[in-house]
């Protein structure tokens, strides 16, 4: 059974960083994506980033371009978010999930096992 938790959420304030970590356990796959949504109230769920297993291909959400960075540690089953210059639009839930496929996709469905969520709070 495979088992992703989220760590590193709370509240910052606007301008401020946060880091996000996932831990994977139970099953794992060679052909690995691993992708950080987030949900707001009333919203419906959005790509935030994507990571290829290997960790040589990476896509963002244009929302969050040039200020949030995904990387992963294959050898201890972990993928974090490192999130700066935080704004209060980024407020929401986020859901670390992985995909056993070879390309990294931005779609939800396209990924078959999620985490609980961190909730995240910017301030302003």
């Known amino acids: 059974q495979v088992q992703l938790e989220e760590s590193g959420g709370g509240l910052v304030q606007a301008g401020g960083s946060l880091r996000l970590s996932c831990v994977v356990s139970?099953?794992?796959?060679?052909?690995?994506?691993m992708g950080w949504f987030r949900q707001a109230p009333g919203k419906e769920r959005e790509f935030v980033a994507a990571?290829?297993?290997?960790?040589?291909?990476?896509e963002y959400a244009d929302s969050v371009k040039g200020r949030f960075t995904i990387s992963s540690d294959n050898a201890k089953n972990t993928v974090t978010l490192q999130m700066n210059s935080l704004k209060p639009e980024d407020t929401a839930i986020y859901f670390c999930?992985?995909?056993?496929?070879?390309?990294?996709?931005?779609?939800?469905?396209?990924?078959?096992?999620w985490g609980q969520g961190t909730q995240v709070t910017v301030s302003s």
């Open positions: 990571i290829g297993r290997t960790g040589g291909t990476t």
């Open positions: 999930a992985m995909r056993d496929g070879f390309s990294v996709r931005r779609s939800a469905v396209d990924y078959h096992y």
């Open positions: 139970g099953r794992t796959f060679n052909t690995r994506v």
